[in-house]
């Protein structure tokens, strides 16, 4: 049986008409006290799961939106494709963030 010819049908470089290319962009978080966060993307990858220690910067990308968990939400920071991000309900130290993180494209 022959195998079929490579189809350019759903590449990234040549997506199908009326089929939206994915847009995948980087997301980074710099924990400024002990936290954790996990960031899971529109596909349902987690992109990142961990304890982070002050000083401690991780990098990721992803489809958007993500979804965000933060314990000891105060204690990070985010930026979302070169943008800072306010991370909502910064309240007290300890306590969690559970947000979307959405970008809109031009």
Do not use: C
Request: no cysteine; hydrophobic share 35%; proline share 9%.
């Amino acid at each position: 049986m022959a195998t079929p010819p490579p189809s350019s049908r759903g590449s990234p470089d040549r997506p199908d008409d009326g089929v939206r290319a994915s847009l995948v962009v980087p997301l980074e978080i710099t924990f400024e006290q002990e936290s954790w966060a996990e960031v899971t993307d529109a596909r349902g990858e987690r992109v990142y799961y961990g304890l982070g220690t002050a000083g401690k910067h991780a990098q990721m990308r992803g489809e958007p939106p993500f979804a965000v968990v933060l314990g000891n939400a105060s204690g990070v920071k985010i930026v979302v494709d070169g943008e800072d991000f306010a991370v909502p309900a910064k309240g007290k130290p300890g306590e969690y963030a559970r947000f979307s993180v959405n970008v809109v494209s031009d």
